[in-house]
């Protein structure tokens, strides 16, 4: 399993960025596929997004409902993450993963990227 984040970069609060993780090794339009954060100065992930095999269901953290956008492309085995409307608060590093487990005070994944610094700031 492989997985491969791009995107990141330095953005100014209001601006956007597009995430893309290329996936392979794997059998990718048969697995949920997250997006998933580590703010500095927090201990644990924060699942961002999460989304269906076939796409038709998708889920957001609170704090980015309305802002970004998961989607995936089965065909590209690649999942993407827009971002926008960007709060100083997005600042992390985000990780594409695969394979849940926990409960929503713990969450962990079994396989994770490398991860794509975002950064958020004047």
């Known amino acids: 399993v492989q997985l491969v984040e791009s995107g990141g970069g330095l953005v100014q609060p209001g601006g956007s960025l597009e995430l893309s993780c290329a996936a392979s090794g794997f059998t990718f339009s048969t697995y949920w596929m997250y997006w998933v954060r580590q703010v500095p100065g927090k201990k644990g992930l924060e699942r961002v997004a999460?989304?269906?095999?076939?796409?038709?269901?998708?889920e957001y953290a609170d704090s980015v409902k309305g802002r970004f956008t998961i989607s995936r492309d089965n065909v590209k085995s690649t999942l993407y993450l827009r971002l926008d409307r960007l709060k100083v608060e997005d600042t992390a590093v985000y990780y594409c993963?695969?394979?849940?487990?926990?409960?929503?005070?713990?969450?962990?994944?079994?396989?994770r990227g490398r991860g794509t610094q975002v950064t958020v700031s004047f």
């Open positions: 993963a695969r394979d849940e487990i926990g409960d929503s005070n713990s969450r962990q994944y079994v396989y």
């Open positions: 999460a989304i269906a095999t076939s796409g038709s269901f998708v």
